[in-house]
């Protein structure tokens, strides 16, 4: 199946700086999303982006899906962006449409 | 509804027991998927519906575990002869579309059931 590997595994931030979280996948996708858990393990969608660059406020996000990556960028971190940050991909075939998840990578921002 | 519901949000049973979990998809949407996260893991795949049928069921880990959909809508996910390595919290999620075509839609998530075997 579809490999999704996110990197780094665990970062920490002080408050006010920015960042930049990497998932890379082994397959063409038709979906993309990237995913806040929270400390209450609620998962909040940040970006449905299979392609192309999306903005939400502090937050954005680059796909090149020729190149098989996507980057989600946070400026002016806070810590209430504290948590875990999953990438999920869905392969580009009509026969299987889970959504494959990354490990995950664990932010802390500290005040 | 709203959003994806699901039912209960914590569950204590103890070893050996049956237990059955309900997710309520978004309305309108037709696939609907159950995960499950260990303490401190990533989310482990386990069935996606269709509509009402099970096109990938290559996650359930055993033959203890089950799941069906009924008119498109409510799903519900039973493990038979619960065992501690079953602890773990189950996630629903629900898309709009979701194979076949090929197109890939947004999925959203239910704020999960805790499930605990003493």
């Known amino acids: 199946g579809i490999q999704v590997e996110q990197s780094p595994p665990d970062l920490i931030l002080q408050e006010g700086a920015n960042s930049t979280l990497r998932c890379n996948f082994s397959d063409s996708v038709n979906n993309l999303q990237w995913f806040h858990q929270n400390p209450w393990g609620q998962l909040i969608n940040l970006f449905y982006?299979?392609?192309g660059t999306k903005q939400n406020g502090r937050l954005s996000a680059t796909t090149v899906a020729t190149e098989r990556y996507s980057l989600l960028y946070i400026s002016s971190s806070q810590t209430t962006d504290s948590g875990v940050y999953f990438c999920a991909v869905r392969r580009n075939t009509g026969a299987n449409s889970k959504l494959t998840f990354g490990k995950g990578i664990t932010l802390s921002v500290r005040p | 509804g709203a959003g994806v519901s699901q039912s209960p949000s914590n569950k204590v049973t103890e070893k050996g027991k049956d237990v059955e979990l309900r997710c309520d998809p978004i309305s309108g949407h037709t696939a609907l998927y159950w995960y499950r996260q260990s303490l401190g893991q990533g989310l482990e795949f386990l069935i996606y519906f269709q509509g009402n049928s099970a096109p990938d069921k290559s996650g359930l880990p055993s033959d203890r575990f089950s799941a069906e959909r009924t008119g498109g809508s409510v799903s519900t996910l039973t493990i038979q002869r619960t065992q501690q390595e079953d602890s773990a919290v189950y996630l629903c999620?629900?898309?709009?579309?979701?194979?076949?075509?090929?197109?890939?839609?947004?999925?959203?998530f239910g704020q999960g059931t805790r499930l605990t075997v003493v």
């Open positions: 999620a629900s898309s709009s579309l979701g194979g076949g075509s090929g197109m890939g839609t947004e999925a959203f």
């Open positions: 982006i299979p392609s």
